[in-house]
């Protein structure tokens, strides 16, 4: 919730923000057939929700994200949000006009139920054992705190990433619950090559020999070096060939060769830095559970691999957005969701952002990007009224 | 040399071959300034050398290559040499025609000074105290081998990837002493993007506990887990996203996903499988040398980033061959070398074959690629009589 702005903090910021943890007493049972007793859904909301709660917006977050998408937690944090850039007051997701949640995903590090949350039938934390959560599974627990919080129905649920992939999972769950699906950065499911990432990140992780089956906690340790590999690979995947060239070129730090191992080239001290700093800020067992829900996540699997017929229910309106130089989730991935929408006549808007930082894009601040946002936006605020 | 060869092995086949090894009893100084007292270089050589030696030619290989180009070393191995597809008689490096050459690089580990190999100075294998070793120094070294053989000029010195960017380095370095110079699959210096990758597989090896500085020998241990998350990463770089669809999609080991974290997928299967067979046939020490030598690579730089400054001196012929799907040393790479030579007024031809395998189609069987390399190396014989 919004308080004063300090100066330091830009006007068009949603300012100082804190989340909110629900707890559900009840139990949940997941996709892989095992049941969580109880859990914990952590959030934040932006903006306020009108009386016939008409205006709330959903935003999923991706593999490494969370619920903190704009604004600020304290007077002393140095970033805002992950997408605070679009989400704010008058920005394209206006929080003068919508209310925006965002929920730290099950399986998550930030505060929702996880690796890290004791388990009620061992009072240790879960570690290893913590099920394996899918896209599925997110969007029903994301459906269940709407009903806590008395949402019917989303106008938009929104996401990049694999926030898409929630984005498209919701309009074929819920159909009457969501009036606009908007799918950023997706893919209606990973390639072989994907699969292929991100298992060497979760082999690093799961060899690091401080990993101890995921129960690393008990023995107060992290699986750093595993978990530093994993970030500095994916890092590459989120960039582009260009963007890298364009930021590190063959750079040196010292200017020139100096025939060891030490960081040389610029790309290298960069990648060490990213990977070094990721350590202490997220979970590798949540890293490994974010990657299996992209792995399995496959809509049109139980359709017979057709992807129109898993979309047939959808009553939803479509926006579906890629970038030019994303190799991670290609363009031609985004067209087969907006070919399988038209294929089962939906209503699709489907835009190619030019841009050259690769998947890393859908997060950063682009013209083209914002005029597409706010004039869909504009439709959907038209079609609340 | 060719033996008798035995029943099971094809008749295009140069047959059963053994590698022999030259002692250098001379001392050689290498790029970074570092000496080697005296050093091997082990080489195999398919075809005879005719009385003016003037039809030999050199294959300089890649990464995890070596000096087992063609053929077999014994009846017992089922597999013939890393490019045996296009060298042996009749082939298009035919060695009814030619003399041909390939050593294993200093560095290397297959038989050549490298790593494991005694340092005189200590009794004990050199592990990570060996030198950093460059494409030059490698060039230099095959040259010191084209004395001892008494081969004054090589018809053509041929690579791809890294072998290709030797062909180029020679064309360079020794313009008297090269006619041909076949570079396939190359770039003329490493994006950021490939050095990151480059990266990523260094810091999984040195940063595995087994690792000791490259001193693992002394420990009777080998840095399985960083060798073999390298060895996997490598190969997703070295495969196309459509190869990997065609070769694998999303198919699943059982049939089902079963919510845990063995391998599930094909292509998780394929890389553990390709990392942990790599564990124990290539070493440690020997990757790291050849990243780096990958990343240094760079000719223009000593020319303000001029290539056709640096290639202006060069008086071979080129062939310069790259592959569509190739995303590791994309065709834009070749076209970069192919335009520094035009600008200079060199004789180049270019070929870019559709082949959808990526990177690693230089080494597989291609009518195209196969017509190609026939083709020039009709030339190069005309060129020779």
Redesign the interface.
Known sequence: MPNSIPATIPNDSIGIVSPETHHFAQAITL????TLPEFDLIYETYGELNNNKSNAILICHALSGDQHVAGYNSKEDKKPGWWNAYVGPGKPFDTNKFFIICANNLGGCKGSTGPMSINPDTGKPYGGDF??VTVKDWVYSQALLADVLGIEKFVAVIGGSLGGMQALQWAIDYPERIAHSIVIAAAP?????N???N??A???I????DFHNGHYYEYNVIPR?GI??AR??G??TY?S?ES??A????ELREGK?N???DT?????SY??YQ?ESFVDKFDANTY?LMT?AL??F?PAKEHNDNLAEALSNAKARFLVVSFTSD?RFAPERSREIVKALLDTNKSVTYSEITANQGHDAFLIPNKDYQDVLYSYMQHVEDSVK
Chains 1, 2 share one sequence.
């Open positions: 996709e892989c057939g095992r099920p394996i499911k990973l390639s072989a090559q699969i292929g990432f298992e060497v979760r082999q690093a799961s060899s690091d020999p070096r530093k590999l500095m690979l890092h590459i960039l060939d890298m060239r930021k590190f070129g063959r060769i025939f060891n191992f040389e080239f610029q790309v290298e990648l060490r990977g490994l299996k792995d399995y496959d190799w």
